[in-house]
């Protein structure tokens, strides 16, 4: 498999996400307060597996080979990248503070949550198109076969070091019984 359709893979379980965090947002703000459980289970989620494991494979791997074999950083393609993951950082931060004041009494937080998860959304939505559908396809192009299964290995370790393979089991579990829940 190549490097590229991993994180395509990686892209599609995201999107899923992002469409449950849309709707349990939704149900914390019109006053459902056992959502914020599964709020905090869904932003760890998008801290572990996506920040640290797949914007992890993307920056410490794929990135830096692309710019390596001329994809332009600063003012190119690959800054743009970079600077929208820590937009997003930025959000599941303000999310998280939020959640966090719901559960020690603030309830007015609740209403403001569903519009920083649409700005997340939005972001995260608009960044995993312009991989999949130019970045990923330029750099399908750029990866000769043995860099390619190089980098396969890399993402394997990168994988391996910051979720490991239980905790990786345990993310796509929760996303299979929060999907029941929020989205059947
Ligand atoms: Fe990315
Ligand atoms: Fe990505």
């Given at each position: 498999m190549q490097p590229t359709e991993i994180l395509s893979t990686e892209h599609k379980s995201i999107l899923v996400a992002l469409k449950i965090l849309e709707k349990a947002g939704k149900a914390l703000a019109s006053?459902?307060?056992?959502?914020a459980e599964d709020l905090d289970r869904l932003l760890d989620f998008f801290r572990g597996?996506?920040?640290?494991c797949h914007h992890g494979k993307e920056e410490l791997a794929l990135f830096p080979e692309l710019v390596k074999r001329g994809v332009p950083k600063e003012g190119g393609p690959i800054g743009v990248m970079l600077s929208e993951h820590e937009v997003g950082r930025g959000l599941v931060r303000k999310i998280q503070d939020l959640v966090n004041a719901v559960k020690g009494g603030?309830?007015?937080a609740a209403k403001e949550v569903p519009q920083f998860i649409g700005y997340y959304r939005g972001v995260l939505e608009a960044h995993i198109q312009k991989e999949d559908n130019v970045l990923f396809v330029r750099a399908a192009g750029l990866l000769d076969k043995t860099r390619a299964e190089e980098m396969v290995q890399e993402f394997d370790r990168i994988e391996q070091e910051h979720v490991g393979a239980g905790k990786h089991e345990a993310y796509h579990q929760m996303l299979e019984t929060l999907k029941e829940r929020y989205l059947s």
């Open positions: 006053g459902d307060l056992a959502a597996f996506v920040d640290q603030e309830a007015g």
